[in-house]
C-alpha cells in the first residue's frame, strides 16, 4: 500500500510482511531516488487504510478482532514528527457499534474519517463522516 500527502510532500508505505509504515521524503529528492526519512512498526495484523499529513501526522485504519471471529476496525492516529506519539480523536468512542472504513487528509490539513454506526439489526448501518481540526490539545484532535 502507498499513500502521499495533500501536497505531496511526504510519501509513505505499507508492508503487510513485516507490518511496517515507512516514510519518505518527496520534496528532498535527489534525482529519481526518494529520500528515507523513518520507519514506524504497526502492531496491527491488517491495515485497511492508511493516509498522511503534511506534516507527517499518520493514520490508519485497522482491523480489530473482537469476541471470536467477529471484526471490528479502528482508526490510529500518530505523530511522526513526535516520537509516534499517539493523537486520540475526540467525539470518537472504540465501540462495537462503530466501525471506521476509510481516513484521509484534505488540502486544508483537516483530518476527515469514514465511519458506519450499527444502531441494530433491523436498522442496519448508519454513515458518519468526521471532520477534526488537526490543531493538537492535550494530545487530541476535535
Not at 3 to 32: A, F, Q, R
Not at 93 to 99: F, G, L
Not at 122 to 137: C, D, E, V
Request: aromatic share 12%; with cysteine.
Amino acid at each position: 500500500m502507498i499513500e502521499i500527502s495533500p501536497n505531496e510532500k511526504y510519501l509513505i508505505t505499507y508492508s503487510k510482511e513485516d507490518h511496517s509504515i515507512v516514510g519518505w521524503n518527496v520534496e528532498d529528492i535527489d534525482k529519481v531516488q526518494l529520500k528515507f526519512d523513518q520507519a514506524v512498526k504497526t502492531n496491527e495484523d491488517i491495515v485497511k487504510s492508511l493516509c498522511i499529513s503534511d506534516d507527517k501526522k499518520l493514520a490508519h485504519v485497522y482491523e480489530k478482532k473482537r469476541r471470536g471471529y467477529h471484526t471490528i476496525n479502528h482508526t490510529v492516529v500518530i505523530d511522526m514528527n513526535n516520537k509516534d506519539k499517539e493523537i486520540a480523536l475526540s467525539f470518537k468512542t472504540e465501540s462495537e457499534h462503530t466501525e471506521d472504513c476509510y481516513c484521509t487528509f484534505n488540502l486544508k490539513g483537516e483530518f476527515i474519517l469514514y465511519s458506519k454506526f450499527y444502531v441494530n439489526n433491523i436498522s442496519g448501518s448508519h454513515k458518519i463522516i468526521w471532520i477534526y481540526s488537526t490543531q493538537t490539545k492535550n494530545n487530541k484532535w476535535e
